[in-house]
């Protein structure tokens, strides 16, 4: 059975640090990349951030570069994403997700990806 687990979501101030983890299972991890989406009510859910679990590389949206580190622990099948400097505008439902990753992988495409995790909510006080 395949899952993504993710956690590490939670309420912080403007300005405060949290990592989320993504937890996966059930599938080969070497052979996807992993991506974060966030998603507010009313509007579309946004890629932040994919890594590849081949090559380590990473990919970043213009809204989070800079601030949001992704990183991958491929013995642990988790991908973490660290988010510094939070800002009220980042408060969502946080996803990860995982897509086959081959050359015309775009991260941002939610139909790249073949499996999704539950998510976890990120609050941001101003």
């Known amino acids: 059975e395949v899952q993504l687990v993710e956690s590490g979501g939670g309420l912080v101030q403007t300005g405060g640090s949290l990592r989320l983890s993504c937890a996966a299972s059930?599938?080969?991890?070497?052979?996807?990349?992993i991506g974060w989406f966030r998603h507010v009510p009313g509007k579309e859910r946004e890629g932040i951030s994919a890594i590849s679990s081949s090559d380590g590389r990473t990919y970043y949206s213009d809204s989070v570069k800079g601030r949001f580190t992704i990183s991958s622990d491929n013995a642990k099948n988790t991908v973490y994403l660290q988010m510094n400097s939070l800002k009220p505008e980042d408060t969502a439902f946080y996803f990860c997700?995982?897509?086959?990753?081959?050359?015309?992988?775009?991260?941002?495409?939610?139909?790249?990806?073949?499996?999704w995790g539950q998510g976890t909510q990120v609050t941001v006080s101003s």
């Open positions: 059930g599938f080969t991890f070497d052979n996807y990349a």
């Open positions: 997700a995982a897509a086959l990753y081959g050359p015309f992988f775009s991260f941002r495409d939610h139909l790249m990806y073949q499996y």
